[in-house]
């Protein structure tokens, strides 16, 4: 998707009212017949993306908030609390592709329940290790989980990870 420009944010701000507390677009003006003005804007695309189409093409609802907002919109955002359906500007952050990396969830093929923790048998240990700007740095062998989730999350915030990073969040940590 394009970098999105200053003046089609005046073009946003002509059609679309955009509630900062709420992250919700809604029309100022009727875009298609079964619409009417006051509507939220928008939907859920395949990916989990709130969409709203404007002159037939699909613009990402956080770009579009930033754009409405800021006047621009950086090459990559990110949702602070990886909910995609969360556009509320205070949950948005330019970020490199990198860092937008240092807030994922937790891997689903994980099997130990946190990220770079892992049963090792050869040495009947629990392994930590973490990757950092591709290079995959051993962490040490433990007799505890515990103790090896802890010197995990320890890497995670020196290595500037966000504190949530491996983490499943619940609805309730989304609100």
Not at 50 to 73: D, M, P, S
Not at 98 to 112: E, F, H, I, T, V
Not at 121 to 138: E, M, N, T, Y
Request: charged letters at 20%.
């Amino acid at each position: 998707m394009n970098i999105l420009n200053y003046e089609f944010s005046d073009h946003i701000r002509s059609i679309l009212n955009y509630d900062n507390a709420t992250g919700v677009f809604t029309w100022k003006e009727k875009p298609t017949s079964k619409v009417s003005i006051g509507d939220v804007a928008g939907c859920v695309n395949a990916h989990g993306y709130r969409v709203i189409t404007i002159n037939k093409k699909q613009y990402r609802e956080h770009r579009l908030a930033w754009l409405y907002v800021y006047g621009y919109t950086p090459k990559k955002l990110d949702h602070i609390n990886r909910n995609k359906t969360d556009n509320r500007v205070s949950n948005l952050r330019p970020i490199s592709t990198q860092g937008n990396a240092r807030n994922q969830g937790l891997n689903p093929r994980n099997k130990s329940g946190f990220n770079g923790v892992l049963w090792c048998k050869l040495s009947s240990k629990w392994r930590a290790q973490i990757v950092v700007s591709g290079k995959a740095i051993s962490i040490g062998f433990f007799s505890c989980f515990v103790d090896a989730c802890w010197a995990r999350y320890g890497y995670n915030i020196m290595h500037g990870f966000h504190p949530t990073h491996g983490f499943k969040l619940t609805s309730d940590d989304l609100l």
